[in-house]
């Protein structure tokens, strides 16, 4: 096998598994060590077979550091566990990755591998819904114990299938992550990755059933932030043209997504979530009220990123057991100037990545929001990617290995 068959190889296993330490129930949250340690021998592999690392990148590396070490360095309380070994493997995976990869083909592989994950997650879903999630190659059940209580997680290596606190299966696909809503987030990033660089009116046949398994996931999650960044997402489509030509069918396209909302909204309890404050949307308005209190308490450096304690106690004593809202956990964590510079360098990365118009990385902007208030997701390697600079997004020079 040629040399740079094998390296195509290493780079789509390596983007997928990035994907895979983003949020996998079963490698990242329960096989957290071996994961990382597999996803540093992939980044090993890519550095041996091309030796390339830009001084781009190192740059953002060594800035997301120095800012790392000089504010644990103010805020430290408490010896520093495994997540900091977490985090420095995940940003040396992503020093090389992004060295080595082009943004086309990063996009090309994160689609395709998220196109695998949605039609494996469907047929689990299936199984599940009208036979047995036992019979799912794989099938565990993992037991968690808290303070007051435990928890059992079903699931495979390739599906998690419920909770116990939720009467077992979700009767939502979860696919590997760790809850639906999750699940439909990392598909709505695929399909803004395809609809980035596909045009609908040009599209075959293969790229349009490849939009029905990415939209077809989406739907099986029964996510209303799903649903809402599904619509938001077709709207970000009809801002890629300036024709006037265009704009009929982009009218079109928006009359279809706002309909689809209103009806989900109707028949799908998100006003009454919305009005009545229950349900996700009830969790997700504590989390972020009373996380907001917490935040501001110790606003200039936060908590520490590394206390993981002492940011338990704070929240536990306005009643929150675990934050949903994670750009809110992040300033409980580095402070609220540390964020707006993180927002900052994040919607540059945006516009980076998906080049696009000002319209555009706005609809993307408030897309990734609705992202980060729903989960706790900030620091997680698909995301930390768009603060490094992938190849051929701009002329560089590389430090390449002898």
């Not at 997928?16 to 996803?39: A, E, K, P």
């Not at 997540?83 to 420095?88: D, F, K, P, R, S």
């Not at 300036?242 to 009359?255: Q, S, Y």
């Amino acid at each position: 096998m040629k040399k740079s068959t094998i390296y195509e190889i290493v780079i789509y296993i390596y983007v997928g598994w990035i994907i895979i330490c983003s949020g996998s129930q079963y490698f990242r949250n329960f096989n957290s060590g071996s994961t990382f340690l597999v996803l540093l021998l992939l980044a090993g592999i890519t550095f041996f077979l091309n030796g390339k690392v830009t001084k781009s990148n190192i740059i953002v590396f060594m800035s997301i550091c120095l800012l790392l070490i000089i504010h644990t360095v103010i805020t430290y309380e408490q010896k520093i566990g495994d997540n900091a070994v977490i985090l420095l493997i995940t940003l040396v995976a992503l020093l090389v990755l992004c060295s080595n990869v082009s943004l086309e083909k990063y996009k090309k592989y994160f689609i395709s591998f998220m196109l695998i994950e949605a039609i494996v997650s469907l047929i689990c879903f299936c199984v599940c819904w009208f036979y047995s999630p036992s019979v799912l190659p794989g099938y565990s059940e993992v037991f968690i114990n808290y303070t007051n209580g435990y928890n059992i997680v079903y699931l495979t290596p390739y599906y998690t299938i419920g909770w116990l606190s939720t009467a077992g299966f979700f009767y939502r696909n979860a696919g590997i992550f760790w809850e639906p809503g999750a699940h439909a987030i990392y598909l709505n990033i695929a399909l803004l990755f395809f609809l980035n660089i596909v045009d609908l009116k040009k599209s075959t046949f293969t790229d349009k059933v490849k939009l029905v398994v990415l939209v077809g996931g989406i739907l099986s999650t029964l996510s209303t932030t799903g649903y809402f960044t599904l619509v938001l997402s077709f709207i970000y489509y009809t801002t890629k043209s300036k024709k006037l030509k265009d704009m009929r069918r982009n009218i079109i396209i928006i009359i279809i997504t706002l309909s689809f909302l209103i009806i989900t909204a109707l028949y799908g309890d998100v006003f009454d979530k919305i009005i009545y404050r229950r349900g996700s949307f009830g969790t997700r308005y504590i989390d972020t009220v009373q996380g907001m209190k917490v935040a501001f308490s110790k606003w200039v450096f936060g908590y520490g990123f590394f206390n993981n304690n002492k940011i338990v106690g704070a929240l536990n004593h306005v009643g929150i057991t675990n934050i949903s809202n994670g750009l809110i956990e992040l300033m409980i964590q580095i402070g609220i100037p540390l964020v707006l510079l993180y927002v900052y360098a994040f919607h540059r990365g945006v516009k980076r990545v998906f080049m696009t118009n000002n319209l555009g990385c706005f609809i993307l902007d408030v897309i990734f929001l609705i992202f980060y208030s729903s989960e706790a997701i900030t620091m997680y390697p698909v995301f930390l990617c768009f603060f490094f600079f992938l190849s051929k997004c701009t002329g560089r020079t590389t430090i390449t290995s002898s």
